[in-house]
């Protein structure tokens, strides 16, 4: 190969030589980036071309050269026919931008120059499309150049070339129409009347053919009105007008064409919004909408007619007044796109629903009129389902709707609550409904779907902040949902508005409980509501992030429980669903004193205390309406636990905190599975975590931790017979925890647990019910023993009797004792996902606790606990609900705590109790077995370190530890850092160590000198490859230099380079440890250090003295790598073509017989030739060929008696066998032959 190009040099230097070409004066460079230019313009990305042709302009404008000019008009008339569309429209945008800048080229010439380059007589057949394109996009340019209205002869040419590619449709579909458009709609009543009206006057004639052709004419009756009079129309059409009834089919199978054009996209066809608009101009809407659209259009099967329908109502609604509003969303378009609503919910099924929102809010966005929004409202309200409207009620649409309109309409849907007239409504029934109902759906059921839907409707008005409305207008709602969940009318007064408006049809019992979650629902949004109006105290408190209140300050929930007041004291006139009983009346009045003090209170001096409390007691107090028994031992207890707070001197010494009460109610509502408590409990805590103490913080931990007994999990607030319930079942726990912990199976298979129970309490009942069966025998002397003489002896009819009733009563006992067992056992298993599901909520208070107070002293004491979850967790069952808690668990701890912006810096006198943490951290992430686990203790001794160093200045932050003791601390790493390297089986990781020197790398020159001795003393091949990893990110990192001087890192790259010398390169550490030696060799010859790496190099070239290491693969390019940067490049590899020899070619080359085909001699050609006999010289065949033929024969007469007893499958398999041999060989041989 050497010698090859040897002697091609020399042919060329021998050969003329060519003068050396000069761009002194930077022409070629400029000629480049001239043309440079015209690349930029096809290429796909927009910004590229547009960039291009400004660039092209630019240059043109600042040039004196015409060729230029000249050159870039013929370059862009050439690429108006490229292949790609974003070429072509790329040339087509510049060259408009170049006609419009240059006034001086003429559009005749151009237009000239386009027919002539793409001329669609003289172009191949495979070049009509790009010739189609060309002469398309040339009259894009013209028309785009804003010149073509100057030159009216010009224009009439582009006409009728556009009106000539018609016929190209496949290729250009309605391109050439709507540019056609275009024109018109520039184009003066001068030019069109004198110029353009006689060319488009076939056009116009046959308007009512295509969509295109319609569209023209729509477009010119709009632009010239004064020239397309109803007498020009009546000889153009035939009629004076387009909307007429002669017209109706045509237009009819025109809107029909549009509709398929289209089909699902989200498009509306111009034509029918064009006709539309005439239909209004011509006054003729109500006949359009009937007959075209109603008649026409949904005549057909559901499809794209039917989704034009639904497309032509949303782009109508505008442009329609309040009557034409009302008459269209009560027809039958509203009830076809109703059906389609309930068959569109199929995951398979187009839905409209989405384009059709997008519809009415662009229209309540642009509509200021409160009328055509309360219409619009209305109507799509009222198209309901066997009374069930089938609009969601959360429908973001009312996002855009009107004060005044929105006022309107929270109005008529309380009317429509108390008296529902479904009469008017646009009712429908699908199909299968019709063919299931064997009568009509009854009224009241249709009234009770449609309050509920009215319910869920004006809860999402004031849970949607986004939703615009006054205070008013909020508890308004709240007060009448409130109303209808809890309270009747008995006699109307002025007084309670609510019940002025009578019932048409009583609330039936399954609403009312509806009604009364749509409440508790409503709370919570009203809970987390902000300060609604733009007055200044709203503002002051939004500034606050202040929710739940109203701009006075009071809370939502308290105005709600004013209401509630009022209508309890007024029992003439409402009655309450459930009656309260004079205990629980008394507890709601003394509720109402308590929180009337605590306001009092607030107001003198606000404390979080107060709040909290008040906020309590209103939660508490309102779910009275529904808990009344359990409401009221709660309100007991927590009016107790104020009395003790609010104490000015506490009587005993070892009186709770305020703050440890509320963190007990808190932990006790949190056990009730509501999700308002659950908000309003993380609302409460949020204000008293400044204020909470070490105390209240181990109350919510001991929750958390699963060594502590369930009984002692912090709550507070229980019932005295559960207590004792529970310390009866105390010693029963324990027993099932330990069994279920020897069972370690999951506790959501109920059947395997079954059957685990079974096998071990089996011993113990069948002992003791053979004890009793025995006794039940002997006594009725039908067991034998050994003394009896008899063997059989039998018992009379009254014996047996009676012994059938003692084994029935004893197996019936024995049942009964089974079914107990696993009844005690189902309840315990339920009480466990209790368990979790109420620490689950107390990670709320956790996730709080540290996202508030994240740089409170009393995080240090969370480090410990919450490992102790994680780690018990991973070890423990493993449920979907086990799994979310530990989940939760581990983020909270990763991200909230150790990953948190604000950390603890209150270390004052604790420096000996967090270095001992530290050394208990590490300590157990050696010790444990799982990685991940020991993964979160080494995070949590970062974050001890970090505590601990505190902040340091940036020019400090390198050589500072702030109060950390280094030599501790770095002999504690040390350890766990040789643990890690010296030990089979240690569950930490490389990364962790080098996430610690990358945060700490004071460390990490303390330590580096053990990762270096490691190399080789590793116990494995995997450790050694780490150590590697360390020290080369140690070698790597600015910090480690700027912490080293200059002798100690050659030093150090000395140390390294003995260390490598005496490592065996294997699979397992010889990527890590050749990566650490490029890095080496590269340092010590770019900074030119004194280090001796002959011995290194010889080291590497004996690992490929044997050349193991020439063929391609990732540890063999890292070793050619660096062994480049001590000039020692990769042989190249000659391939050697493999001399086949002739036989081996013949046997190759031969045929195989193909199969179903008769052998030769079976051929009725070669029947009568003669047989050879022996000894006889047969010179056509080959030696040897014969003894193969015989040799062949009797392998398959062997094969033949060995496949023959076979069955049909074990037949096939070994064939399948013998061709996947025969491709294997036959794969060999190509390899080979390769």
């Not at 809407?285 to 009937?290: G, K, S």
């Not at 629902?521 to 992030?545: F, H, I, K």
């Not at 081996?1144 to 003669?1170: H, I, S, V, Y």
Request: proline share 4%.
């Amino acid at each position: 190969m050497a010698a090859v190009m040897q002697t091609n040099m020399g042919e060329l230097e021998d050969s003329t030589v060519r003068p050396k070409v000069t761009d002194a004066k930077g022409i070629l460079k400029q000629n480049r980036q001239f043309l440079d230019y015209f690349w930029d313009i096809a290429k796909p990305e927009r910004e590229v071309r547009l960039k291009a042709i400004e660039d092209l302009i630019e240059r043109l404008k600042q040039s004196e050269k015409p060729d230029e000019l000249k050159y870039s008009l013929k370059r862009l008339v050439d690429g108006l026919s490229h292949t790609r569309e974003d070429a072509r429209s790329g040339y087509s945008v510049a060259l408009a931008q170049l006609l419009s800048v240059f006034e001086e080229i003429s559009l005749k010439s151009t237009l000239d120059s386009v027919k002539e380059k793409h001329n669609l007589q003289t172009a191949k057949k495979k070049f009509i499309r790009n010739a189609a394109f060309g002469n398309f996009f040339g009259v894009l340019a013209l028309s785009q150049s804003t010149r073509l209205h100057k030159e009216p002869q010009v224009m009439l040419e582009c006409v009728q070339l556009l009106q000539s590619l018609s016929r190209y449709r496949e290729h250009l579909r309605d391109l050439p129409r709507k540019t056609m458009v275009d024109i018109l709609s520039e184009t003066s009543k001068e030019v069109f009347e004198e110029v353009l009206l006689s060319a488009l006057q076939s056009d116009l004639t046959s308007a009512l053919n295509t969509p295109e052709q319609l569209e023209l004419l729509l477009v010119a009756m709009q632009k010239f009105p004064s020239v397309l009079k109803p007498k020009k129309l009546k000889k153009l059409l035939g009629t004076t007008a387009v909307i007429t009834k002669e017209n109706m089919p045509k237009l009819v199978e025109v809107l029909k064409t549009a509709a398929r054009s289209v089909k699902k996209d989200n498009i509306l066809p111009p034509v029918t919004f064009d006709l539309l608009q005439a239909s209004l101009r011509e006054d003729n809407f109500e006949m359009f909408w009937n007959e075209a659209i109603i008649k026409g259009m949904l005549s057909e099967m559901p499809g794209p007619t039917h989704y034009l329908g639904f497309r032509l109502l949303g782009a109508s609604l505008p442009l329609l007044s309040v009557p034409e509003l009302e008459f269209v969303l009560s027809g039958d378009v509203m009830r076809y796109y109703g059906q389609h609503m309930l068959s569109a919910q199929l995951a398979y099924r187009f839905k409209f629903a989405p384009e059709m929102e997008k519809y009415v809010s662009e229209f309540m966005q642009g509509c200021p009129d409160a009328d055509k929004q309360l219409v619009v409202a209305l109507g799509f309200t009222q198209l309901t389902n066997q009374g069930y409207p089938v609009v969601p009620s959360s429908w973001k649409v009312l996002e855009h709707m009107d004060l005044c309109a929105l006022q309107q309409y929270v109005e008529w849907l309380m009317k429509a609550f108390c008296k529902p007239q479904l009469e008017k409504c646009l009712d429908f029934s699908t199909r299968r409904q019709k063919g299931n109902q064997e009568s009509e759906v009854e009224s009241d059921s249709c009234v009770a779907r449609f309050r509920k839907w009215i319910v869920q409707r004006l809860s999402f008005i004031v849970e949607n902040h986004q939703i615009k409305k006054e205070e008013g207008l909020v508890m308004k709602m709240a007060r009448f949902i409130f109303f209808h969940a809890f309270f009747d009318v008995k006699k109307p007064t002025p007084e309670i508005p609510e019940t002025v408006q009578a019932l048409s049809v009583p609330i039936d019992q399954q609403t009312r409980a509806t009604i009364s979650s749509a409440f508790y629902g409503l709370l919570q949004g009203l809970n987390s509501m902000a300060v609604l109006g733009d007055s200044p105290e709203a503002e002051r408190l939004n500034s606050r992030r202040i929710l739940g209140v109203k701009a006075d300050g009071s809370m939502w929930i308290y105005c709600v429980v004013q209401y509630a007041t009022t209508l309890l004291n007024q029992s003439k006139h409402v009655q309450s669903v459930q009656t309260l009983s004079p205990e629980q009346r008394q507890g709601w009045d003394s509720m109402l004193e308590s929180v009337e003090a605590l306001r009092k209170k607030a107001k003198k001096s606000s404390s979080p205390e107060h709040t909290a409390f008040q906020h309590l007691f209103l939660l508490v107090g309102i779910q009275m309406f529904r808990a009344p028994d359990e409401s009221l031992e709660l309100l007991n207890d927590l009016r107790t636990c104020v009395e003790k707070a609010q104490a000015k001197k506490s009587k005993k010494k070892k009186e709770p905190h305020w703050v440890e009460v509320v963190v007990e109610i808190l932990l006790s509502l949190l056990s009730q599975p509501s999700r308002l408590i659950r908000s309003v409990c993380k609302a409460v805590f949020s204000r008293i975590c400044p204020h909470l103490t070490q105390e209240a913080l181990s109350s919510i931990l001991n929750v958390l931790d699963p060594n502590k007994d369930e009984d002692e999990s912090g709550v507070m607030v229980t019932d005295e017979k559960e207590k004792e319930k529970k310390r009866k079942r105390k010693e029963e726990d324990k027993q099932d925890d330990e069994e279920e912990d020897e069972e370690g199976s999951d506790s959501s298979s109920d059947d395997d647990d079954d059957e685990d129970e079974a096998m071990e309490e089996g011993k113990e009942l069948d002992q003791k019910f053979r004890l009793d069966l025995m006794k039940v025998l002997q006594g009725q002397n039908a067991l034998a023993t050994e003394e009896d003489g008899s063997d059989e002896e039998e018992l009379d009819d009254a014996g047996m009797m009676k012994l059938d009733g003692s084994l029935a009563a004893l197996f019936l006992e024995q049942k009964k004792k089974i079914q107990a067992k696993k009844d005690e056992k189902d309840r315990l298993r339920k009480e466990k996902v209790l368990v979790r599901d109420f620490r689950i909520k107390v990670l709320d208070m956790v996730e709080m606790f540290l996202s508030k107070q994240g740089s409170s002293a009393l995080v240090l004491g969370m480090v410990e606990p919450l490992l102790s979850v994680i780690e018990n967790g991973m070890s423990s069952e493993t449920s979907q609900q086990e799994q979310d808690f530990l989940r939760r668990a581990a983020d909270i701890f990763r991200n909230r705590l150790c990953r948190a912006k604000y950390y603890c810096r209150e270390t004052d006198g604790r420096e000996a109790e967090l270095h001992e943490m530290l050394e208990r951290l590490i300590g157990r992430a050696q010790k444990l077995t799982d990685s991940s686990v020991s993964l979160y203790y080494f995070s949590a001794a970062l974050y001890v370190v970090k505590v601990l160093r505190g902040i340091v200045s940036e020019q400090d932050s390198l050589r500072l530890m702030g109060k950390v003791d280094v030599e501790r601390v770095t002999t504690c790493f040390r350890n766990a850092l040789t643990s890690f390297l010296t030990k089979r089986k240690s569950p930490l990781t490389g990364a962790m160590f080098i996430d610690l020197f990358s945060r700490f790398p004071v460390l990490y020159v303390n330590m580096l000198d053990t990762a270096v001795e490691n190399i080789t003393a590793g116990v494995r091949e995997h450790q050694q490859g780490q150590a590697c990893l360390m020290v080369l990110r140690a070698l790597q990192s600015k910090d480690v230099k700027n912490l080293m001087s200059d002798a100690q890192g050659t030093e150090l790259h000395q140390k390294v380079v003995d260390q490598l010398t005496k490592v065996d390169f294997s699979p397992f550490n010889g990527h890590e440890a050749l990566e650490l030696c490029q890095h080496i060799v590269r340092s010590v010859h770019n900074q030119k250090m004194l280090v001796n790496l002959e011995l290194l190099q010889k080291v590497l070239k004996s690992i490929n003295a044997e050349g193991s290491l020439q063929k391609p693969g990732q540890l063999e390019d890292m070793y050619w790598s660096v062994m480049k940067l001590f000039y020692i490049l990769k042989p190249k590899m000659e391939k050697v073509k493999k001399v086949v020899e002739p036989e081996q070619t013949e046997e190759t080359t031969k045929k195989k017989k193909k199969k179903g085909f008769l052998p030769e001699t079976k051929k009725r050609k070669n029947r009568k030739k003669p047989t050879v006999l022996e000894g006889t010289e047969t010179p056509e065949t080959p030696e040897g060929a014969s003894g193969e033929k015989k040799k062949n024969k009797k392998r398959k007469q062997q094969g033949g008696e060995e496949t023959q007893n076979q069955p049909a499958t074990k037949k096939a398999k070994t064939q399948q066998q013998q061709n996947k041999k025969k491709k294997k060989k036959g794969g060999q041989q190509e390899a080979d032959g390769k």
